[in-house]
C-alpha cells in the first residue's frame, strides 16, 4: 500500500475568505520605494482567482495599507486601488498601518466568528505582509494558503525580486500552505456553495 500525503489545504473545511492584500498604486508606480518591476503575469493570476470568486459569489476581502507617511498615505493617489481591484459593495475591505493582516481588529473579530477559518491570500509583498501575516496565522492555529504565483515581493539584499520571492515562500511554507493560483482555483471549486 502507497501512502500519499496531500497538503493540509487539500481537506475541504468550508468555504475560505480569499484575500487580496495590498493591490494599491504605490506596488506598480514606477519611481516609487515600494514599486515591484516583475508584476505582470502575477497581477493575472489575481485577476484569474478574483474573477473566479466573483462568478461563484464566494466571500472576498481586500486589505490595504494606509499610514501616515510618505508612502501609502490616504490622501495620496498611490494609496489607490490598482485598477481592475477596486471592490465591489459587497466584498470586504479591511485597512491598517502594519504589515500583518491580523493587525486589523476587525477582520480577527470576523475570524473569531468562523469554526476552523481558512483564508487564501494573494497580493503584495512576500517579504513584508507575508511573512508576518503567516506568522500571526500560525499563532492563532488558522489555516491559510499563500498563493505564489498571484503574489509578489521587492528584492531583499543581493536577491532579485524572483530570488527575494522563492526563498521568501520557502520561509511562508514553515507557517502556512502554499500553492499556485490554478491548484486554488481548483480547491475552492470543492467548496462552492450549491
Not at 485577476?47 to 495620496?76: D, M, T, W
Amino acid at each position: 500500500m502507497n501512502i500519499q500525503n496531500f497538503p493540509h489545504w487539500r481537506k475541504v473545511r468550508g468555504v475560505p475568505i480569499t484575500a487580496f492584500v495590498d493591490l494599491q498604486v504605490e506596488y506598480v508606480a514606477d519611481g516609487r520605494a515600494y514599486c515591484v518591476k516583475e508584476t505582470d503575469a502575477m497581477l493575472a493570476k489575481c485577476k484569474e482567482v478574483l474573477e473566479y470568486c466573483r462568478k461563484e459569489g464566494l466571500p472576498i476581502a481586500h486589505f490595504r495599507q494606509l499610514k501616515s507617511s510618505a508612502y501609502f498615505n490616504k490622501s495620496s493617489e498611490f494609496s489607490g486601488w490598482i485598477d481592475g481591484f477596486q471592490p465591489k459593495p459587497n466584498e470586504m475591505v479591511f485597512e491598517r498601518r502594519m504589515p500583518s493582516c491580523y493587525s486589523n481588529i476587525d477582520y480577527l473579530n470576523l475570524l473569531s466568528t468562523i469554526d476552523n477559518p481558512t483564508t487564501i491570500f494573494l497580493g503584495f509583498s512576500g517579504e513584508s505582509s507575508f511573512v508576518s501575516t503567516s506568522v500571526h496565522a500560525h499563532h492563532q492555529s488558522h489555516d491559510v494558503i499563500f498563493v505564489s504565483d498571484a503574489s509578489a515581493s521587492r528584492p531583499l539584499g543581493n536577491l532579485s525580486e524572483s530570488e527575494a520571492h522563492k526563498s521568501i515562500f520557502e520561509l511562508i511554507s514553515l507557517y502556512g500552505d502554499t500553492a499556485s493560483a490554478g491548484e486554488v482555483i481548483s480547491y475552492l471549486s470543492e467548496v462552492v456553495p450549491e
